[in-house]
């Protein structure tokens, strides 16, 4: 562990902080929800996730049972230079999963 990690911790554990943020504001905001509409919230919130096609997210929301599985996932998968990244840009370039994405927030905020 570097001094920096020491100081202000791992990568892993900033992203296990901030998708619990978000986990516990969503089932407290909106509570009753499916365990996987939680985790799917976190998970389209976290860049480069955000613009993946819906069979990635449903592989990655499979494989994951708590916010813990998930932010460990976004943690390995979500380094910068992945090609989650590149997929990423080119769907954002294709503009086809921004609707999707809104579509989700409001049914799920709605």
């Not at 407290?28 to 069979?55: A, C, H, N």
């Amino acid at each position: 562990m570097g001094f920096f990690s020491a100081i202000f911790g791992t990568r892993e554990e900033k992203v296990l902080k901030t998708c619990t943020k978000i986990y516990n504001k969503a089932k407290r905001m909106k509570p009753g929800r499916s365990e996987r509409d939680y985790l799917k919230i976190v998970l389209i919130t976290k860049p480069p996730f955000d613009y993946q096609v819906d069979e990635i997210l449903d592989d990655i929301l499979d494989s994951c049972e708590n916010i813990n599985d998930l932010s460990m996932v976004i943690a390995e998968q979500g380094e910068i230079g992945s090609s989650l990244w590149e997929f990423r840009e080119r769907n954002v370039k294709l503009g086809i999963l921004s609707a999707r994405n809104k579509k989700y927030f409001s049914e799920f905020w709605g």
